[in-house]
């Protein structure tokens, strides 16, 4: 067997293609034209490749977007102040806060993002939504992710599904939306013992370990769908958290590093903020 991979970039291009057409829509109905406000700290953690990338993409989609770069001095009170400024601005729909460094408190400057601007779904009002079933603004990578699930036309009534990694961006959530799907879910991370014994059954596999190559074949069930979120750089080179070169040989489908998990992701961010849009 070698494995179906899931075209990222493919699902990714489908909902541009959407995005694109409604805020084309906005603006001749509503002459309402989505702003985005990204947030960058220029440090190792920034990515700034990333938000020039959504950049790019925004610009193609008819979409404003500004991009913040901070230098890594910026204390919390200064990003607090600059997102109260854009909480306020009636050009911009979404603010999106990259990485930070360490010494700056993300919970709390995430919790100063107006909920109706917060295109990330980290807001505790849009989290306890989500949790109450109320999916207006969900986390765009658990988004994403769903989306590459949804691709491959596989039905996830009664299987079993395990998610390796237990974060706010991807654990939690996309166990949450695989519950509504009536899979029977398993989370796991970096203290199970016996990580295999779990993995082995799992139909449906989202990997978020932030470790590379950490799973390998035997540690997966012959035709689960497998789903690597993982983004390491080794040298030059980009891996995930699954040995692919192994894992292709046992499993159905699986997700590319790079071109698989990255390039949805940015369009589901993209997405929420029509919601958001929409919406204010």
């Not at 959504?54 to 001095?73: A, D, S």
């Not at 993995?199 to 035997?218: E, Q, Y």
Request: charged share 25%.
């Amino acid at each position: 067997m070698v494995a179906n991979l899931i075209n990222g970039e493919q699902v990714a291009r489908e909902v541009r293609e959407s995005i694109k057409k409604e805020v084309a829509l906005l603006k001749k109905e509503q002459s309402i034209t989505p702003g985005l406000a990204i947030i960058v700290i220029r440090s190792p953690f920034a990515r700034v490749h990333v938000a020039r990338l959504k950049e790019r993409t925004c610009h193609q989609l008819g979409i404003k977007c500004q991009i913040f770069y901070l230098p890594e001095t910026t204390t919390d009170e200064e990003i607090i102040h600059l997102i109260e400024r854009l909480n306020r601005s009636k050009d911009v729909h979404g603010i999106n806060i990259h990485p930070l460094t360490p010494h700056l408190d993300h919970t709390l400057i995430s919790q100063v993002v107006d909920y109706r601007k917060d295109v990330e779904g980290l807001h505790f009002l849009n989290m306890g939504n989500f949790l109450m079933g109320e999916h207006h603004m969900v986390n765009f990578v658990a988004r994403g992710i769903m989306k590459l699930i949804e691709s491959t036309g596989e039905d996830l009534e009664d299987k079993k599904a395990v998610i390796v990694g237990r974060s706010q961006l991807v654990g939690k959530p996309v166990s949450f939306l695989l519950i509504k799907k009536n899979a029977t879910v398993s989370i796991c991370h970096s203290q199970t013992p016996n990580l295999e014994v779990f993995t082995k059954k799992a139909d449906l596999l989202v990997v978020a370990a932030g470790h590379p190559h950490t799973i390998r074949k035997n540690m997966v069930k012959e035709g689960a769908i497998v789903i690597d979120v993982g983004v390491n750089q080794v040298g030059t080179r980009l891996i995930g958290d699954v040995d692919h070169e192994e894992v292709e040989k046992v499993a159905k489908w699986v997700t590319p590093v790079p071109g698989g998990v990255g390039p949805v992701t940015i369009a589901m961010l993209l997405d929420n903020l029509v919601r958001a849009a929409k919406s204010q």
